[in-house]
């Protein structure tokens, strides 16, 4: 059995396959099929996540990270559906399995936590049964031993007085005890995989430093993988190992979050690095990336970034380069990633 | 501290507020008063003191519930404070502001997309202003709008467009240049690159700079991202549930805060090197509510430094250093105690 244990019971996990990653995301295009050529939103977007591997994608607004989030998830809002590629988890393929079946592994395997908790919690139930739902309807606990579970999950995110918060309604609670909720609901049936879109954004810097350790203690404690969606590079590298940077719906960069902050192989990434404000290096000047992200219906040809790039050279606009391994662990999908050489500090 | 009435000593300020408060709620009708029980204010601001020189950028830092917005709200007066004084460029702003008033205080807002006009185009927005408030004569409203719009990276041909055809990038260079319009004093930008995106919040932040040492520009700058504001400010000050607890030079602040709320806040904030901080100044619990202030210091509850002096005495803002004032009563002890991966000074 694997090491997951919730608060009441090692769950009934399938068994771990091996020799496969926990997840594996090939080749996956989202978009809305439209009566002419569908508008691709996410293109061939490739990873892999190993069992307690923690992954964070980056990228900005548009960028497609959240809907390769909600794809993996069975979660995309109408009429954005997967248009083609495999979302396998632990070996099954996640895309073709029956509704039903995949609902199932919804709770007790993969959990999600959103961005905003007050959308995301029922507001006229009481969060001790919201959190209590989940393992009643897939550990077969009776309601008392759920409601007991709830309680020991919200002490365990860090909730004082538990016992009674339980019984509040979302409303009357505030955003980061709001936010501890979704998560104590998310790892209330000890999932192997938690998906996170941008949990924290919406909180104060001192509740998201709390909640971000919550999430890195859980995962510790239960060798919970990890993909960890948001905007913030800094955010990244507090809570994730692995890194993937999107751009215009695709992957442009990968590796781990060291390597990739030290040495950034793709100019996109470097772009990244040099805009944002680095509160270690306040002598540094920021450098803006020119132009703006691309229209998603009207792409150009060749590379997306090639219109914004400091590196472009001709046969930039004529291919896309393909995510290519340009060191050990390392993937960039640029042709000009050789000439990326600097370290940055 | 500074009273309402104008010392001699006091340094040049375009802007200066003086015990300034504002409480919200309390029954003001009768009827409400028999409908409901007895009366809660909530006190959004308990007492502020803050003076923004000539040509600085001073950022206004704190958690959702301090009162920076509330503040800003009353600087520019479209919120009218229950007690204390604000003087613009040395004159008492009346609390309905006039035209004149009203100019030398501009706003930039947080959300581009809400507070730009939909149905007029870029020309018409800033042409009513110039006209409106006579900054050139009717012949030479339009150069002057093209000079507006080069000003914040814009080019002439956006004069005939709506908002609706802006990125938001762009869309907060045009709230730029419609402040800039009436050539104010001081310009208050309420986390102006908080909806931006990190490539595109580099080039605004450009543009404040730029226009700080440019137009000589004094600006009051929200946000709550210490990263932007240790990049761009001259002083920081730093709000906690309605009250200013720390004012400081920027390099100060971050390099000895003096203040065990600032070291917190500092110690928070996601850092982009391998060394991540953990020494005993992550705060428990969040800030409590503005209906329930605690007694004593404010941050007693949440301070790890707290003893038995800070919950029976209130402390107010002392001087602690050179430009330097801080509203605790350990603010020596802190000083001992040195911040870990702490940044370099810079010049």
């Known amino acids: 059995m694997s090491t997951v244990q919730t608060g009441a019971t090692a769950s009934g996990h399938q068994p771990l396959a091996t020799g496969v990653p926990l997840l594996r995301v090939h080749d996956l295009s989202v978009g809305v099929r439209s009566t002419g050529r569908p508008v691709r939103i996410v293109e061939d977007v490739s990873f892999d996540v190993d069992p307690g591997q923690r992954m964070g994608i980056v990228g900005e607004s548009g960028s497609g990270k959240s809907l390769t989030l909600r794809a993996i998830a069975g979660l995309l809002p109408k009429p954005v559906e997967v248009l083609s590629g495999a979302v396998e988890y632990n070996g099954a393929d996640l895309l073709g399995m029956p509704a039903k079946k995949r609902r199932a592994l919804m709770g007790p395997e993969i959990a999600m936590i959103f961005q905003e908790p007050m959308t995301a919690l029922n507001p006229v139930m009481r969060v001790g049964d919201q959190i209590a739902e989940g393992p009643r309807r897939h550990l077969g606990l009776s309601a008392k031993a759920a409601g007991d579970l709830a309680v020991q999950m919200m002490a365990r995110t860090g909730i004082p007085d538990p016992a009674r918060r339980a019984r509040a309604y979302p409303h009357e609670l505030s955003g980061g005890l709001r936010q501890r909720i979704m998560i104590a609901m998310a790892v209330s049936c000890g999932p192997r995989l938690l998906l996170c879109d941008e949990p924290t954004t919406a909180l104060d810097v001192t509740v998201q430093l709390q909640v971000l350790r919550l999430l890195e203690r859980l995962c510790e404690d239960t060798g919970t993988s990890l993909v960890f969606v948001t905007h913030d590079l800094a955010v990244v590298n507090q809570t994730c190992s692995e890194l993937a940077v999107m751009y215009a719906g695709h992957i442009v960069e990968s590796g781990r979050v060291k390597d990739t902050f030290r040495q950034p192989r793709h100019p996109y990434t470097r772009g990244l690095l040099e805009s944002a404000p680095d509160f270690d290096r306040p002598d540094r000047a920021l450098v803006p990336i020119p132009g703006f992200p691309p229209n998603v219906s009207d792409r150009p040809a060749g590379c997306p970034f090639a219109p914004r790039c400091g590196y472009v050279r001709a046969h930039c606009t004529e291919a896309v380069p393909p995510l290519a391994e340009v060191a050990p662990g390392r993937l960039a999908a640029c042709f000009e990633s050789d000439r990326l050489d600097e370290v940055l500090a | ?347």
């Open chain 2, 1 to 347: 501290m500074s009273t309402a009435v104008q010392e001699p000593t006091l340094e040049p300020s375009v802007l200066r507020v003086s015990a300034l408060t504002k409480r919200y709620g309390g029954h003001s009708s009768w009827l409400s008063r028999l409908t409901s029980g007895p009366s809660v204010a909530l006190k959004a601001l308990d007492g502020i003191d803050l003076h923004l020189r000539p040509g600085e950028v001073l950022a206004l830092v704190g958690e959702s519930g301090s009162g920076k917005s509330t503040l800003a709200k009353i600087l520019v007066g479209s919120a009218t404070p229950t007690s204390g004084e604000v003087s613009v460029a040395g004159q008492p702003a009346p609390a309905r502001r006039d035209k004149e008033s009203s100019r030398r205080v501009q706003m930039v807002f947080q959300d581009p997309y809400s507070s730009l006009n939909p149905r007029i185009t870029v020309g018409k927005m800033l042409s009513e202003l110039l006209l409106l408030h006579r900054i050139v004569p009717r012949s030479e409203v339009r150069a002057e709008s093209v000079r507006l719009l080069n000003l914040v990276g814009l080019e002439e041909d956006v004069l005939g467009a709506y908002p609706s055809q802006f990125s938001g990038g762009q869309r907060q260079r045009l709230a730029i240049a419609r402040a800039l319009a009436v050539r104010p004093d001081v310009l208050i930008a309420d986390e102006p690159v908080s909806a931006l995106d990190v490539s595109v919040q580099a080039t605004i932040l450009e543009l404040f700079a730029t226009l700080r040492s440019e137009l000589g520009l004094s600006i009051l700058f929200i946000a709550h991202n210490l990263a932007v504001v240790q990049h761009l400010a001259d002083r920081v000050a730093v709000m906690y549930l309605g009250r200013i607890v720390e004012v400081a030079e920027t390099s100060a602040l971050f390099s000895a805060p003096r203040h065990p709320y600032t070291r917190a806040l500092i110690d928070s904030i996601p850092r982009m090197t391998e060394t991540s901080v953990n020494d005993g100044f992550e705060l428990d619990g969040e800030p409590p509510s503005p209906y329930d202030v605690p007694a004593g210091c404010r941050f007693h509850p949440r301070c790890p430094l707290a003893s038995e002096v800070c919950r029976e005495n209130d402390p107010p803002l002392l001087t602690v250093g050179r430009a330097h004032e801080s509203a605790c009563l350990k603010a020596d002890e802190l000083a001992d105690i040195p911040v870990p991966n702490a940044p370099q000074e810079h010049a």
